[in-house]
């Protein structure tokens, strides 16, 4: 395989939009079905309820956003880049960045540093 690429993200955001499955075939997988059928609409997801996390979303998991992980993002890509020189191609994302596979390694661990330092701050 040519051009691997790897998506570091920040794990409280779903890849995923909120909702319902928007294709049958997925609601007749999930059913056993063979032929698809009308997708049954999922009931809403709870309502935060008075002592939970008001500050809590839908978007999120059920984990907390990293605290500035769009700033480590392009701190982590400035040190790499300043100690292994390029890095490919980069892409940062609102929640992450996507890398070539052989940037991980160096990419990976300044995200984890800087992640690390603001977390026990």
């Given at each position: 395989?040519?051009?691997?690429?790897?998506?570091?993200?920040?794990?409280?955001?779903?890849?995923?939009?909120?909702?319902?499955p928007s294709s049958t075939l997925?609601?007749?997988?999930?059913?056993?079905?063979?032929?698809?059928?009308?997708?049954?609409?999922?009931?809403?997801?709870?309502?935060?309820?008075?002592?939970?996390?008001?500050?809590?979303?839908?978007?999120?998991?059920?984990?907390?956003?990293?605290?500035?992980?769009?700033?480590?993002i392009l701190d982590s890509i400035?040190?790499?880049?300043?100690?292994?020189?390029?890095?490919?191609?980069?892409?940062?994302?609102?929640?992450?960045?996507?890398?070539?596979?052989?940037?991980?390694?160096?990419?990976?661990?300044?995200?984890?540093?800087?992640?690390?330092?603001?977390?026990?701050?």
């Amino acid at each position: 395989m040519t051009e691997q690429r790897v998506a570091i993200l920040d794990g409280s955001h779903s890849l995923f939009p909120p909702g319902p499955p928007s294709s049958t075939l997925v609601a007749a997988a999930a059913a056993g079905n063979k032929k698809p059928s009308k997708a049954q609409p999922h009931p809403p997801p709870p309502s935060t309820k008075k002592g939970q996390d008001e500050g809590s979303s839908s978007s999120t998991l059920g984990l907390h956003p990293i605290p500035g992980f769009a700033e480590i993002i392009l701190d982590s890509i400035r040190d790499a880049i300043s100690t292994e020189g390029s890095l490919g191609k980069l892409a940062p994302v609102d929640v992450g960045v996507v890398c070539d596979a052989s940037a991980v390694r160096a990419l990976g661990r300044a995200i984890h540093d800087r992640v690390r330092a603001r977390l026990k701050d």
